[in-house]
Antibody
Framework: QLQLQESGPGLVKPSETLSLTCTVSGGSISSSSYYWGWIRQPPGKGLEWIGSIYYSGSTYYNPSLKSRVTISVDTSKNQFSLKLSSVTAADTAVYYC??????WGQGTLVTVSS | EIVLTQSPATLSLSPGERATLSCRASQSVSSYLAWYQQKPGQAPRLLIYDASNRATGIPARFSGSGSGTDFTLTISSLEPEDFAVYYCQQRSNWPPGWITFGQGTRLEIK
């Protein structure tokens, strides 16, 4: 049974880089035809797509975040990762990883505060 | 960029009633439209993919319809556990990893 689990610091200082990893278990991240992505949800608000990656490394980013986002994949570890630079309080949110169009991780709250 | 507009923002109904939620796209998304349900403190759960296909384990009271720019999620007879927030989401044919979400419809108990 496929499962996704986010991991990383729950508190990041302003201007620093937020780094999260998604570990995929019960299935291979190299499975063809699936894209893997990061989505976030500020407290009390809706869902915002951050970006997506294919196992080959092809990436697609939300234009509003593109200048600050890097998503990468490590097929040997069955993981993909998110880096968001120059964070501000507006980046405080629950961050989800997902196999697009199907299963999501449980989410992890990241707070940006000094 | 494709914009998804959901209506209504809030829907107040009673258990046993029929719920109809709408999602309109700013340009055609073909049938590449999904519906998610989110309960407080939980991750979104996929209900419908490709406009009308129920995901694994989703009860038959949930159905999706539409194509192009206008889509509908129907819950035929509301159960207490159905009161939640519902999001529509489109995926682009190209580039295929590009997605956007609607702003959500809150389904609340009347």
């Amino acid at each position: 049974q496929l499962q996704l689990q986010e991991s990383g610091p729950g508190l990041v200082k302003p201007s620093e880089t937020l780094s999260l990893t998604c570990t995929v278990s019960g299935g291979s991240i190299s499975s063809s035809s699936y894209y893997w992505g990061w989505i976030r949800q500020p407290p009390g608000k809706g869902l915002e797509w951050i970006g997506s990656i294919y196992y080959s490394g092809s990436t697609y980013y939300n234009p509003s975040l593109k200048s600050r986002v890097t998503i990468s994949v490590d097929t040997s570890k069955n993981q993909f990762s998110l880096k968001l630079s120059s964070v501000t309080a507006a980046d405080t949110a629950v961050y989800y990883c997902a196999r697009l169009g199907s299963l999501w991780g449980q989410g992890t709250l990241v707070t940006v505060s000094s | 960029e494709i914009v998804l507009t959901q209506s209504p923002a809030t829907l107040s109904l009673s258990p046993g009633e029929r719920a109809t939620l709408s999602c309109r796209a700013s340009q055609s998304v073909s049938s590449y439209l999904a519906w998610y349900q989110q309960k407080p403190g939980q991750a979104p759960r996929l209900l419908i993919y490709d406009a009308s296909n129920r995901a694994t384990g989703i009860p038959a009271r949930f159905s999706g319809s539409g194509s192009g720019t206008d889509f509908t999620l129907t819950i035929s007879s509301l159960e207490p556990e159905d009161f939640a927030v519902y999001y529509c989401q489109q995926r682009s044919n190209w580039p295929p990893g590009w997605i956007t979400f609607g702003q959500g419809t809150r389904l609340e108990i009347k």
